[in-house]
């Protein structure tokens, strides 16, 4: 029998597609089917890798790990990585295709559907049903031609669409009737239902609300979803989630300083240590100094290291980075903020706009060399204090230089890994996923809390994972989804 399929469409950004979709890939296996998720397109810097090689945006793995199965390349066969001034890097079925500006992605679009409908195909064929999420806003009508990523799937796939709009920005009647109203007849007629999430308060007063939508669209009202405020515990995909208010922590004893700049990649690096309640993890964006009682400062990744080190400077993170060290601080750089730290990062191809070099922060002797290959595996060794350490590397060039011959980690398969200064002080590694390795992170904050005892993060995730599963169940009719779904 055909796998069956269901598309969840956003009225906008940051609906909380993802969440839901994750969400109910946990609740539909934990029924006992056999789910994958899909996301024809993607645009995010926060990507992971996949057990065959490749990458895909951050998540779709966490919804692959909801629904219990391996996180693939076909889950999400287009991955744009924005970057400065050229536009993005173009990651097809999880290795790069090339690089495109705005406009020139609009004209290869139709070339990368044969990529999507050959994996969603794939899922099919192993699925009893295919969870598919859309990207952005499904009224986008300036963007319609050639879609891939919204209804130009739903309709090329013949996937029936549940329309998500977000009550907690305000709005949400008009942005699910008006976009019933702007889009084209024919995918207005795709879409089936509708849900509301982020809702707080007393949910009889939206009844009518509810009511309203449904008659103004003719579409079914399958849920009002509360906001689920654990949803900070699993790793983010947008980089909005970075602007996210976080509970208070009267327990903390470790504050740690990371500087967002402007192309931050990969920053689920930092979930773990946010989830901790004694670690104050302070997110500072330019216009702000660093604050000067930090025990650590982290540098994370980056898609464009070179605009990134630039704007470091323009904000003066620099000058508060050497006062820090000079306070007795310590600084982490991963991946792009490795890179950072050295003496220099050389573009000789122009990977990330014109070619060239620029001078790093020289707190490590180290140069780093930008090149078009990409290296995407999972790592396993143990660390320079002798902890076992299990991660991944996604990164694009070479670093080398004296520091690398006091390396952070020794692998189990490679040479040495990273580099630190002669104190110690300033450390730098491509591996990411550091932090979710709890002995890592035990050891990373026991250096500033004398033996901090940690979270078990892994299966905090999985409760987290559990509870949205529920939560959904019990505020979505979830019966009714999977007999709209084809």
Not at 249 to 259: F, M, Q, S
Not at 305 to 329: K, P, Q, S
Not at 434 to 449: E, I, V
Request: hydrophobic fraction near 45%; proline fraction near 6%; charged fraction near 20%.
């Amino acid at each position: 029998m055909a796998a069956r399929a269901l598309m969840f469409q956003g009225t906008g950004s940051d609906v909380g597609k993802s969440l839901i979709v994750a969400g109910l890939c946990r609740a539909l296996q934990t029924r006992g089917m056999k789910v994958m998720p899909f996301k024809p397109q993607n645009m995010s810097n926060n990507a992971a890798v996949t057990a065959d090689g490749g990458e895909i945006g951050r998540a779709q793995a966490l919804q692959a790990r909801a629904a219990r199965v391996h996180p693939s390349v076909h889950m999400n066969p287009v991955l744009l990585k924005p970057q400065s001034e050229i536009g993005a890097q173009v990651v097809v079925q999880g290795r790069v295709y090339g690089r495109a500006t705005a406009a020139e992605f609009q004209l290869i679009k139709p070339e990368l559907m044969a990529f999507v409908q050959d994996s969603f195909a794939r899922l099919k064929a192993e699925a009893d049903i295919v969870l598919v999420e859309g990207a952005g806003s499904a009224s986008e009508i300036n963007l319609r031609a050639g879609d891939i990523a919204n209804m130009g799937f739903a309709r090329a796939a013949n996937v029936p669409v549940v329309l998500i709009g977000d009550i907690d920005r305000g709005g949400v009647i008009a942005s699910l009737v008006g976009t019933k109203a702007v889009i084209d007849a024919t995918d207005a007629a795709l879409i089936k239902a509708f849900l509301v999430n982020k809702f707080r308060g007393d949910p009889e007063l939206f009844a009518n609300g509810m009511a309203l939508i449904a008659e103004a669209t003719g579409w079914e009202a399958l849920g009002l979803i509360p906001f689920f405020s654990d949803a900070r515990l699993l790793p983010a995909e947008d980089a909005l989630a970075l602007t996210a208010e976080r509970p208070a922590k009267p327990e903390a004893r470790v504050k740690i300083a990371v500087p967002v700049l402007p192309h931050i990649a990969n920053f689920d690096d930092l979930d773990p240590l946010d989830a901790e309640p004694a670690v104050d993890l302070v997110r500072v964006r330019p216009g702000t100094a660093l604050p000067g009682d930090a025990d650590l400062i982290i540098l994370p990744g980056s898609k464009a290291t070179t605009a990134d080190l630039a704007a470091l400077r323009d904000a003066g993170f620099d000058i508060d980075i050497v006062a820090h060290l000079r306070r007795g601080g310590s600084v982490l750089g991963l991946c792009g903020g490795y890179q950072m730290l050295g003496r220099a990062i050389h573009d000789p191809d122009g990977i990330e706009g014109a070619a060239g070099s620029a001078s790093g922060l020289a707190l490590l002797d180290v140069e780093s060399t930008l090149s078009a290959e990409k290296r995407l595996e999972p790592v396993e060794g143990v660390t320079f204090d002798g902890v076992p350490v299990v991660g991944y590397e996604m990164h694009m060039g070479v670093t080398d230089g004296p520091d690398r011959a006091t390396p952070f980690a020794r692998l189990e398969h490679g040479p040495p890994e990273g580099a630190m200064s002669a104190d110690g002080r300033a450390i730098g590694t491509y591996i990411h996923g550091l932090f979710a390795d709890d002995r890592q992170r035990s050891a990373w904050l026991g250096r500033f809390a004398g033996g901090l005892a940690s979270i078990a993060y892994e299966p905090l995730v999985d409760e987290t994972l559990d509870r949205l599963a529920a939560h959904l169940e019990a505020h979505v009719d979830v019966d009714r989804l999977l007999r709209l779904s084809r």
